[in-house]
């Protein structure tokens, strides 16, 4: 049974440029969720999909996008990129939109702007 | 809004030793209680949650907290650490009624493991 996985695992770009990162929800679940670790924080919640739709949003730019495809995985979008958009992305996934425990996290896409 | 603290950035133990990690929490109400850890290169794994009843909570690999209410506190334990225990532990906070935007994780502590 595959977990969450995350594509891709490393990425560069540079300033002004527009990135795409990918995510594959555990087996069974619905619901994924984005947040944004830079280097020495806690992972911040970008936006979370369930049903196609988003439904939360944390406090992140409209830079920030994401779609979730009838298989429930999901991509998140960045516009536009600035240096401070270097950062760890991780994606969480769960069946339904509550319940914490059951929040499985992937390995994350490592983002570096320059 | 809710928030964590965790005052140690980084934390070093000989393996063997104690180990003590702590948490600050600010919520208006009971929160739900998380701790995680990252190892290099990999996702977040829950380790143990605190969510109503026995304030002292078990979890994996041997570690236990306790949450105490008067000191909006959420400290981890271990009694003796190994030296697969390096890794950054982040404590988090979440809302009763929903997660997602209302599920805060603190700034972590990096735990260093001497042989």
């Known amino acids: 049974d595959a977990g969450v996985t995350q594509s891709p695992t490393h990425l560069i770009k540079t300033r002004g440029q527009q990135v795409t990162l990918r995510c594959s929800p555990k087996s069974g679940h619905d619901t994924v969720s984005w947040y944004q670790q830079a280097l020495g924080q806690g992972p911040q919640f970008i936006f979370q999909y369930y049903e196609e739709e988003e439904r939360q949003r944390g406090n992140f730019p409209d830079r920030f996008s994401g779609h979730q495809f009838p298989n429930y995985s999901s991509e998140l979008n960045v516009n536009a990129l600035l240096l401070g958009d270097s950062a760890l992305y991780l994606c969480?996934?769960?069946?339904?939109?509550?319940?914490?425990?059951?929040?499985?996290f992937g390995s994350g896409t490592q983002l570096s702007v320059l | 809004a809710q928030s964590v603290t965790q005052p140690d950035i980084h934390i070093t133990v000989s393996e063997g030793a104690s180990l003590e990690l702590r948490c600050n929490y600010s919520?208006?109400?009971?929160?739900?209680l998380f701790w995680y850890v990252q190892s290099p290169g990999q996702g977040l794994q829950l380790l143990l949650k605190y969510f109503s009843g026995d304030t002292l909570v078990q979890g994996i690999k041997g570690f236990e907290a306790e949450f105490k209410r008067s000191q909006s506190s959420f400290n981890l334990r271990k009694p003796s650490v190994h030296w697969s225990d390096a890794a950054e532990y982040f404590c988090?906070?979440?809302?009763?009624?929903?997660?997602?935007?209302?599920?805060?994780f603190g700034p972590g502590t990096r735990l260093s493991v001497l042989p």
């Open positions: 969480a996934s769960s069946f339904g939109q509550v319940r914490y425990e059951k929040l499985f």
């Open positions: 988090a906070v979440g809302a009763r009624d929903n997660y997602g935007q209302n599920f805060v």
């Open positions: 919520y208006g109400a009971t929160p739900y």
